[in-house]
């Protein structure tokens, strides 16, 4: 048994909500969401087709696991919206187990999902951290489509900055602040080769002026060792402009930069 915010229990299960099976088999046994508590943790845990997710809070509670079907789960959730520290228990009667939430005389008591099988979430999540530093996660891109995206959104909901790594074959790990991991099954990756297609966008930009060629974005160095970058191609009979490398606020035409010296040096990117 043990005391926490409603908040910080709906944080945690919204966390995770996202994350569970879509499709039309309601009887499918692992679309649950799991309250597994340790003495030092709470965890709420969703799995989905493609998807791990594990958020947790620091409690001082003892040691059970409890798979909680969707709907219970969404009781629970609703019920927290009107509550304020609530005191979880993990009680078995009959053979069964179940949670009790109480606030003075409030109370929800949620039945385990008897129907589920156990979900390894703690192997899976100790297999995708081994493979952290695999050699063919190195450089590996990561491959996420939209509805992807869509599910590890609420993994951020408390401000926290979302990271997506790649296991190479294991597929990717996603973090969010010290208390959220989750995994995402790689992908079958069969789009575009990464750059491909955009030669044209990335082709250099060159125009002539006063007999010799200049590259916008590129950066040249004056006679006195001043940088500046060439920001646009000019309009026809207008004089280039350069700004300043160092001070973007520093423009000037390019006859006034050559006025000390005809020369301009292309550095290198």
Not at 32 to 38: K, S
Not at 112 to 124: D, K
Not at 152 to 168: D, K, Q
Not at 169 to 197: I, K, N, R, S, Y
Request: hydrophobic content about 45%.
């Amino acid at each position: 048994m043990f005391t926490i915010k409603a908040r910080d229990l709906a944080a945690i299960l919204d966390r995770v909500a996202p994350h569970r099976f879509r499709t039309n088999d309601d009887t499918h046994d692992l679309d649950v969401l799991v309250l597994d508590c340790i003495p030092g943790h709470l965890h709420a845990v969703g799995c989905g087709e493609r998807t791990l997710a594990v958020a947790r809070i620091a409690v001082t509670g003892d040691v059970w696991t409890a798979p909680v079907g969707y709907d219970d789960a969404a009781a629970l959730r609703a019920w927290l919206e009107s509550s304020d520290h609530i005191t979880v228990e993990h009680i078995t009667h009959g053979g069964h187990q179940k949670l009790r939430f109480t606030e003075g005389p409030a109370e929800i008591t949620v039945p385990a999902a008897c129907h589920t099988s156990r979900l390894p979430w703690r192997a899976l999540v100790r297999l995708a951290i081994g493979a952290c530093n695999y050699p063919l996660a190195v450089g590996r891109p990561v491959q996420l489509n939209a509805d992807d995206l869509a599910l590890w959104g609420n993994a951020g909901a408390g401000g926290e900055v979302i990271e997506f790594r790649s296991l190479g074959p294991v597929g990717t790990m996603v973090t969010a602040g010290g208390d959220f991991l989750g995994l995402q099954a790689p992908h079958t990756w069969d789009g575009p080769t990464p750059g491909e297609g955009w030669s044209s966008s990335l082709r250099t930009r060159l125009f002539l002026f006063a007999g010799a060629f200049l590259e916008v974005g590129a950066r040249y160095e004056d006679h006195t060792g001043t940088a500046w970058v060439v920001p646009a191609r000019p309009a026809p009979g207008e004089e280039p402009m350069l700004v300043s490398a160092d001070c973007a606020a520093v423009a000037l035409p390019i006859s006034q930069v050559l006025a000390g010296g005809n020369l301009l040096i292309r550095l290198p990117d």
